[in-house]
């Protein structure tokens, strides 16, 4: 298979990579590092650039993007350790409410996104998960004219400074959405730093009470939404994640060809050699991956879930090999913080430990395989 992006695509990852190279290098970067939101320039910068707006409806000022244009821009940030919360903001969050929130809460909501006026954050993850996917333990209850939600979201990316969270919970059989401002009564929030450079936090729902205006989407299929969106933000974290295996490897073809030992640079000796070249392989075939991913889930957006953990079964284990091989080959410079690579290095870590055991998230893989006969046939080459 033979990828090949179009003029737009080509043009929006140019611009991406040139900007990012001119104002978020490594100093540049330091300016966003472990700060609710990253650095404010850089998020109004990006809303004038229009990246905000990817993925969003052209009605609410945004711009229509198929996962592979959202991919090679996420692939210029993972390139330049990007901090600021894009993915929490603008793919997940934003991107729900645009699928399935009414019109009033598109048009409350969707406009300020795209213009940087506001942040907004995904809380779904809950403590010992594997599989986003499956039913919540965040419960949902009908209380009055409203709902009443108890739980635990763990993980929560940029949830403070965001102006709204979009919380996932279970009615019955159904996972639905609630909009949840940050200062509504019974709420618990523990915020840390993140291995990556970023800042996350824990909420505590207890029994919190919202009206029924409050509840994403009316008469639309939600848990649908939800599902679709949960699987273009793993691809997309995937992307991101290709963009610094490709730096890291750079990193460590130039430290190598650079540094001396016994006489000669260390890229002269075989096993260096060796070791560089398949560093490249696992990032050619994890860019392979989200290359196929992104163009199924265009066609195939019910498969999303298994298209998704296809990429980062791949995606994660590169990044695994990439990170450890880079550092290593640096030796003791490979974890000083002067240099990006000890960052990259933490950040392809926190990828690859980030949404789940990989050991199960690979048993599921197979079952559906075998289950749906995907295993019978070719997705490049047809049955």
């Known amino acids: 298979m033979q990828f090949q992006a179009t003029q737009d695509q080509q043009l929006i990852q140019a611009s991406a990579l040139d900007w990012l190279a001119r104002h978020h ?6 300016a966003s590092v472990h700060r609710d939101g990253g650095a404010p320039e850089v998020w109004a910068a990006w809303a004038e650039l229009g990246w905000l707006a ?3 409806p052209e009605a609410h000022g945004g711009i229509e993007a198929d996962p592979l244009t ?7 940030m993972g390139r330049h350790l990007t901090v600021a919360p894009y993915q929490a903001c603008v793919l997940q969050a934003a991107r729900l409410i645009a699928l399935a929130g009414t019109p009033a809460q598109q048009a409350q909501w969707l406009p300020a996104v795209a213009s940087g006026e506001w942040r907004l954050a995904l809380a779904h993850a809950e403590a010992g998960e594997h599989w986003p996917w499956a039913p919540r333990a965040t419960t949902a209850h009908r209380d009055g004219e409203g709902w ?16 709204l969270w979009l919380v996932s919970a279970q009615e019955g059989e159904h996972t639905g959405v609630w909009l949840l401002p ?38 639309v299929d939600t848990q649908a939404a939800l599902h679709q969106v949960l699987a273009e933000g793993w691809l997309a ?13 750079e990193q460590t073809t130039q430290y190598t060809q650079q540094r001396r030992q016994f006489g000669q640079a260390l890229a002269d000796f075989q096993v260096v050699q060796h070791r560089l070249a398949e560093m490249a392989v696992q990032a050619t075939e994890a860019q392979a991956a989200c290359e196929l991913a992104a163009m199924r889930l265009a066609r195939e957006p019910a498969n999303g879930p298994w298209l998704a953990a296809m990429a980062r079964s791949k995606v994660a284990r590169a990044a695994r090999y990439v990170a450890e091989q880079a550092v290593q080959l640096h030796g003791a410079m490979g974890v000083c913080e002067e240099l990006p690579i000890a960052a990259t290095f933490r950040a392809l870590l926190a990828f690859a430990q980030r949404d789940g055991e990989l050991a199960e998230q690979a048993a599921r893989l197979g079952a ?14 047809g049955a």
């Open 237 to 249: 974290r995937c992307w991101w994640a290709t963009g610094a295996l490709q730096a890291a490897l």
């Open 182 to 219: 940050p200062d509504t009564p019974g709420i618990a929030v523990d915020a840390y730093d993140t291995t990556d450079s970023a800042r996350a936090a824990d909420l505590r729902l207890q029994g919190v009470w919202l009206p029924d205006s409050a509840r994403l989407g009316h008469g």
């Open 54 to 56: 990817l993925g969003l």
């Open 148 to 163: 009443r939600l108890t739980g635990h979201k763990t993980g929560v990316d940029a949830a403070v400074g965001a102006a």
């Open 25 to 30: 290098d490594f100093r540049a970067r330091a």
């Open 368 to 381: 559906w395989s075998l289950d749906s006969g995907a295993h019978a046939q070719s997705a490049t080459l």
């Open 70 to 76: 959202v991919g090679v821009l996420q692939q210029a």
